[in-house]
Protein backbone atom coordinates (compact mmCIF):
# COMPACT_ATOMS: atom_id res chain seq x y z
CA UNK A 1 0.00 0.00 0.00
CA UNK A 2 1.29 3.28 -0.73
CA UNK A 3 1.95 5.84 1.98
CA UNK A 4 3.32 9.27 2.45
CA UNK A 5 5.49 10.53 4.94
CA UNK A 6 5.64 14.41 5.92
CA UNK A 7 8.47 14.99 8.40
CA UNK A 8 7.65 17.72 10.34
CA UNK A 9 4.53 17.69 12.44
CA UNK A 10 4.87 21.84 13.22
CA UNK A 11 7.23 24.26 11.91
CA UNK A 12 7.93 27.64 13.05
CA UNK A 13 9.74 30.36 11.27
CA UNK A 14 9.46 34.27 11.31
CA UNK A 15 8.89 35.88 8.04
CA UNK A 16 11.42 36.10 5.12
CA UNK A 17 12.98 32.79 6.30
CA UNK A 18 12.81 30.44 3.58
CA UNK A 19 10.86 26.77 3.92
CA UNK A 20 11.49 23.74 2.78
CA UNK A 21 8.59 21.12 4.21
CA UNK A 22 9.82 17.45 3.76
CA UNK A 23 7.78 14.88 1.48
CA UNK A 24 8.51 11.49 0.68
CA UNK A 25 6.36 8.42 -0.35
CA UNK A 26 6.06 4.86 -0.59
CA UNK A 27 5.29 3.33 -4.29
CA UNK A 28 7.69 2.92 -6.57
CA UNK A 29 5.36 3.29 -9.87
CA UNK A 30 4.30 6.17 -11.64
CA UNK A 31 2.14 8.68 -9.50
CA UNK A 32 0.76 12.12 -9.65
CA UNK A 33 2.16 14.53 -7.08
CA UNK A 34 0.53 17.17 -5.10
CA UNK A 35 0.87 19.60 -2.54
CA UNK A 36 -2.17 21.23 -0.57
CA UNK A 37 -2.70 23.76 1.87
CA UNK A 38 -5.52 25.13 4.29
CA UNK A 39 -5.42 28.33 5.55
CA UNK A 40 -7.29 28.85 8.93
CA UNK A 41 -11.16 28.39 8.62
CA UNK A 42 -10.62 27.65 4.83
CA UNK A 43 -11.38 24.51 2.82
CA UNK A 44 -7.87 22.87 0.94
CA UNK A 45 -6.91 24.29 -1.51
CA UNK A 46 -4.44 23.18 -4.47
CA UNK A 47 -0.76 24.61 -3.83
CA UNK A 48 0.93 22.71 -6.94
CA UNK A 49 1.23 19.21 -8.84
CA UNK A 50 3.30 16.93 -11.01
CA UNK A 51 2.51 14.89 -13.33
CA UNK A 52 5.41 14.68 -15.83
CA UNK A 53 8.53 16.54 -17.28
CA UNK A 54 10.53 19.01 -15.41
CA UNK A 55 10.91 17.55 -12.34
CA UNK A 56 10.85 21.69 -10.82
CA UNK A 57 7.56 22.50 -10.40
CA UNK A 58 6.06 25.99 -9.62
CA UNK A 59 2.79 26.76 -8.15
CA UNK A 60 0.77 29.84 -6.63
CA UNK A 61 1.88 32.58 -4.16
CA UNK A 62 5.84 31.45 -4.91
CA UNK A 63 5.98 27.94 -3.83
CA UNK A 64 7.79 25.57 -5.53
CA UNK A 65 8.21 22.19 -5.08
CA UNK A 66 10.93 19.61 -6.61
CA UNK A 67 10.25 15.47 -7.67
CA UNK A 68 13.31 13.58 -7.09
CA UNK A 69 12.22 9.70 -8.24
CA UNK A 70 16.12 7.99 -6.81
CA UNK A 71 14.66 9.58 -3.05
CA UNK A 72 10.84 9.23 -3.51
CA UNK A 73 10.83 12.95 -2.79
CA UNK A 74 8.44 16.01 -3.32
CA UNK A 75 9.57 18.94 -0.91
CA UNK A 76 7.74 22.39 -0.91
CA UNK A 77 9.77 25.48 -1.25
CA UNK A 78 9.10 29.17 -0.61
CA UNK A 79 12.39 31.79 -0.54
CA UNK A 80 10.87 34.29 2.05
CA UNK A 81 7.80 33.20 3.78
CA UNK A 82 5.06 35.66 4.67
CA UNK A 83 2.55 36.21 7.59
CA UNK A 84 -0.06 35.09 5.58
CA UNK A 85 1.55 31.67 4.83
CA UNK A 86 -0.04 30.52 8.24
CA UNK A 87 -1.58 27.47 7.52
CA UNK A 88 -1.16 23.49 7.18
CA UNK A 89 0.53 21.64 4.61
CA UNK A 90 -0.22 18.76 2.77
CA UNK A 91 1.57 16.29 0.20
CA UNK A 92 -0.61 13.74 -1.64
CA UNK A 93 0.38 11.54 -4.33
CA UNK A 94 -2.13 9.46 -6.44
CA UNK A 95 -1.87 6.32 -8.84
CA UNK A 96 -4.58 4.43 -10.32
CA UNK A 97 -6.80 6.26 -8.86
CA UNK A 98 -6.10 6.16 -5.35
CA UNK A 99 -5.24 9.10 -3.44
CA UNK A 100 -3.08 9.08 -0.35
CA UNK A 101 -2.26 12.03 1.91
CA UNK A 102 0.33 12.73 4.49
CA UNK A 103 -1.10 13.83 7.84
CA UNK A 104 -0.07 17.60 7.23
CA UNK A 105 2.80 19.80 8.69
CA UNK A 106 1.78 23.02 10.22
CA UNK A 107 3.18 26.09 9.68
CA UNK A 108 3.16 29.05 11.72
CA UNK A 109 4.91 32.37 10.33
CA UNK A 110 6.11 35.01 13.22
CA UNK A 111 5.43 38.53 12.14
CA UNK B 1 -18.07 30.01 -10.36
CA UNK B 2 -19.36 28.08 -7.69
CA UNK B 3 -17.26 25.57 -5.73
CA UNK B 4 -17.77 22.16 -4.98
CA UNK B 5 -20.81 22.28 -2.72
CA UNK B 6 -21.45 19.92 0.03
CA UNK B 7 -24.69 19.17 1.73
CA UNK B 8 -25.38 19.23 5.06
CA UNK B 9 -22.70 21.03 6.77
CA UNK B 10 -22.94 19.46 10.00
CA UNK B 11 -24.75 16.16 10.99
CA UNK B 12 -25.57 14.21 13.97
CA UNK B 13 -26.53 10.93 13.84
CA UNK B 14 -26.94 8.09 16.58
CA UNK B 15 -24.63 4.56 16.45
CA UNK B 16 -26.10 1.95 14.37
CA UNK B 17 -28.30 4.63 12.41
CA UNK B 18 -27.86 5.63 8.52
CA UNK B 19 -26.29 8.52 7.11
CA UNK B 20 -26.41 10.09 3.13
CA UNK B 21 -23.83 12.87 2.48
CA UNK B 22 -24.40 14.68 -1.01
CA UNK B 23 -21.95 16.79 -3.11
CA UNK B 24 -22.06 18.95 -6.07
CA UNK B 25 -18.95 19.03 -8.04
CA UNK B 26 -17.72 21.89 -10.12
CA UNK B 27 -19.90 22.55 -13.26
CA UNK B 28 -18.11 20.41 -16.26
CA UNK B 29 -15.63 18.07 -13.40
CA UNK B 30 -16.61 14.62 -14.00
CA UNK B 31 -14.38 13.13 -11.30
CA UNK B 32 -15.22 13.02 -7.67
CA UNK B 33 -13.41 11.66 -4.79
CA UNK B 34 -14.95 11.16 -1.24
CA UNK B 35 -12.34 11.54 1.79
CA UNK B 36 -12.30 10.92 5.99
CA UNK B 37 -10.42 13.31 7.78
CA UNK B 38 -10.06 13.14 11.09
CA UNK B 39 -8.74 15.40 13.51
CA UNK B 40 -4.65 15.45 13.64
CA UNK B 41 -4.59 13.51 10.49
CA UNK B 42 -4.27 13.97 6.53
CA UNK B 43 -7.38 12.92 4.45
CA UNK B 44 -8.11 9.62 4.14
CA UNK B 45 -9.12 8.49 0.65
CA UNK B 46 -12.67 6.69 0.59
CA UNK B 47 -13.66 6.34 -3.07
CA UNK B 48 -13.10 7.76 -6.46
CA UNK B 49 -15.72 8.03 -9.37
CA UNK B 50 -15.16 9.36 -12.92
CA UNK B 51 -17.96 8.77 -15.73
CA UNK B 52 -20.65 7.72 -13.02
CA UNK B 53 -18.14 4.34 -12.46
CA UNK B 54 -15.77 3.86 -9.68
CA UNK B 55 -12.26 4.10 -10.33
CA UNK B 56 -10.80 3.89 -7.11
CA UNK B 57 -11.61 2.71 -3.40
CA UNK B 58 -9.61 2.91 -0.12
CA UNK B 59 -9.64 0.75 2.59
CA UNK B 60 -12.93 1.57 4.25
CA UNK B 61 -15.80 -1.64 5.51
CA UNK B 62 -18.58 -2.21 2.91
CA UNK B 63 -20.34 -0.21 5.50
CA UNK B 64 -19.46 2.76 3.39
CA UNK B 65 -20.82 3.22 -0.43
CA UNK B 66 -21.04 5.99 -2.77
CA UNK B 67 -22.55 6.76 -5.95
CA UNK B 68 -22.42 9.31 -8.95
CA UNK B 69 -25.27 10.88 -10.78
CA UNK B 70 -25.92 11.60 -14.36
CA UNK B 71 -24.91 15.11 -13.70
CA UNK B 72 -21.83 14.34 -11.62
CA UNK B 73 -23.08 14.98 -8.84
CA UNK B 74 -22.40 11.91 -5.62
CA UNK B 75 -23.69 10.59 -2.71
CA UNK B 76 -21.42 8.98 0.25
CA UNK B 77 -23.70 6.29 1.87
CA UNK B 78 -22.55 4.87 5.62
CA UNK B 79 -24.45 2.14 7.24
CA UNK B 80 -24.51 1.33 10.89
CA UNK B 81 -23.04 4.07 11.71
CA UNK B 82 -20.38 3.57 14.35
CA UNK B 83 -18.74 6.42 17.20
CA UNK B 84 -15.50 6.05 15.16
CA UNK B 85 -17.05 7.03 12.04
CA UNK B 86 -17.34 10.88 13.70
CA UNK B 87 -15.47 13.32 11.40
CA UNK B 88 -15.11 15.71 8.71
CA UNK B 89 -16.25 14.28 4.87
CA UNK B 90 -14.93 15.93 2.05
CA UNK B 91 -15.72 15.57 -1.22
CA UNK B 92 -13.13 16.78 -3.80
CA UNK B 93 -13.99 17.06 -8.17
CA UNK B 94 -11.99 17.64 -10.99
CA UNK B 95 -11.55 17.78 -14.40
CA UNK B 96 -10.04 14.47 -14.75
CA UNK B 97 -6.84 13.40 -13.00
CA UNK B 98 -5.05 17.18 -12.42
CA UNK B 99 -5.40 18.00 -8.96
CA UNK B 100 -8.84 18.19 -6.66
CA UNK B 101 -10.46 20.87 -5.72
CA UNK B 102 -12.31 20.50 -2.04
CA UNK B 103 -15.63 21.20 -0.35
CA UNK B 104 -16.03 22.45 2.77
CA UNK B 105 -17.08 19.47 4.35
CA UNK B 106 -19.73 17.85 5.82
CA UNK B 107 -18.85 17.56 10.24
CA UNK B 108 -20.44 13.71 10.62
CA UNK B 109 -20.94 13.58 14.73
CA UNK B 110 -21.93 9.75 15.95
CA UNK B 111 -23.32 9.88 19.66
Known amino acids: AQSVSQHNHHVILSEAASLELGCNYSYGGTVNLFWYVQYPGQHLQLLLKYFSGDPLVKGIKGFEAEFIKSKFSFNLRKPSVQWSDTAEYFCAVTNAGKSTFGDGTTLTVKP | ?111
Do not use: M
Open chain 2, 1 to 111: DAGVTQSPTHLIKTRGQQVTLRCSPISGHKSVSWYQQVLGQGPQFIFQYYEKEERGRGNFPDRFSARQFPNYSSELNVNALLLGDSALYLCASSQGQGGYTFGSGTRLTVV
